[in-house]
């Protein structure tokens, strides 16, 4: 296969563990800067875990990790987060006891320049509206598309380069599904911004998607262009229901 | 009358000193869920930095007690931060159990460390603030009260301010609340562990000087049962919540100081702990505490 585009994550060989049990076994892939790129599989694939070791929160055994040119394998998160790299992890995990406001301050936590973290919050305010009508609100009391919408502002308020989102969908009532998912498209449109989204619902994923890796118990078993993948039978028949 | 507000007054200075150090059990609780027990120790210290800086100033000054007094709380958030960088750090991956059974160690290595250092006999604290006694009609207050009351008001404002005002205060309590999703936004937990580490130790030397001035002799072992009141102090207000904490410390005082001028004041730690225990039958997450569901 031949890349195109600059790529501006690799992941080679990737081989992780929890304990004993093999969660991901030689998984490859890779990212062009710009694009959309969806990792889709069952329960179960490795598709979190893969997220997780990209932001630090696992360790791989073996493989590499390459962000810009630069290898982080090693990094704990913190600093991967500082060279562009924000992560919605699955399950939300806003902070529930803090207002909507301080959940958004916290994204920009590496952020020094106020004049760039206003501009980032009138720009999560003008994709999600409604978290701008509940600033001093607990998150915790915010409805699931709500709080989806929180943990996808908090991470903007990172100023990433490449936005990894766990499963976007989950948990929330269809019709505010097609909403978070137009503004991850808009977000990937209007801002230029890559990202890497995994999903359950295939179908919804290779829709919005540029690329596509299917997972199966911790390897890469299909890889293309979305619209090619959407009328694959051999996906069609396992992912998108015949 | 005169009597019951007198006992109370006596009860909120003494259970103020409490609840300086019931802060840092409550701190360190809220962001590595173990209970420090070392914590009683740097509490000692904190009055040894005392003792020892507090020949050095003139005696019954406000400014030299100030200075003995700041520099015993530097000097004590440095130790805390030692502490956990050395020995809690590198087990921030162990099981709970071992945690705290390491902290067991610290707090004894820290006392006979102190016997060692210090020696074993008990020592006079030197008064570095000025002293004096104020009738307010048939009260009568004593001016390390009036200190003991005024120090922690301030120090119980200032940390509220942090937590609740400042970015690293919103950090400690998002660490608090999810670390890994904390890390997730470029927090760096070793950071803010180590930053709560020398808030609490600082409130605990602060505690330290104050209770070594109205109880005016300290040894190595000082910190033990004024660290096991904080403790359930602590416990008391629901452990991990600030004010609950505070809350907690004063209570405990309070109930401490007026069974101690009842008929049973021999009795005095037993029915507090026995308070401890009732209240925790009927709010087990304590006072203020909130049953949290603990997330993988
Ligand atoms: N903390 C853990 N301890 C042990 N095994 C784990 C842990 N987390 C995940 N696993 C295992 O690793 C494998 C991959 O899990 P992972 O969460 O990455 O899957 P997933 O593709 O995200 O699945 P889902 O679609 O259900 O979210 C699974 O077999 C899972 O049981
Ligand atoms: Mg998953």
Redesign the pocket.
Known sequence: MDWPLTQMLTVKNLEVC??A?S?LGDVSFSIAAGRIVTLI?A???????ALRTISGLLRAKSGHINFNGEDLTRLPPHQIVARGICHVP?GRMIFSNLSVDENLAMGAYLQRDKARIAQNRDYVFSIFPRLKERLTQAAGTLSGGEQQMLAIGRALMGDPKLLMLD?PSLGIAPKLISTIFEKIVEINRNHGLTILLVE?NARLALEISHEAYV?ETGRVVLHGPSPELRTNPELKAAYLGG | MTEFLQQLLNGLSLGAIYALIALGYTMVYGVLRFINFAHSDVFMVGAFIGYYLGHHVPESTVWGGLLVLTAAMIGCALLGMLIERLVYRPLRSAPTLNVLITAIGVSLLLEYTGQLVFGAAPRTFPPIFPSANFHLGPLTISSNQLLVISVTLILLFALRFIVMRTKIGTAMRAVSLNPRAASLVGINNDFVISFTFALGSAMAAAGGILYALNYPSIDPLMGVMPGLKAFVAAILGGIGNIPGAALGGLLLGTVETFVGGSEWSTYKDAIAFAILIVILLFRPAGLLGKFTVEKV
Do not use: D, P, S, V
């Open positions: 929890y304990g049990i969660a599989g329960n179960g694939a490795g598709k979190t875990t699955e499963e359950q997972l």
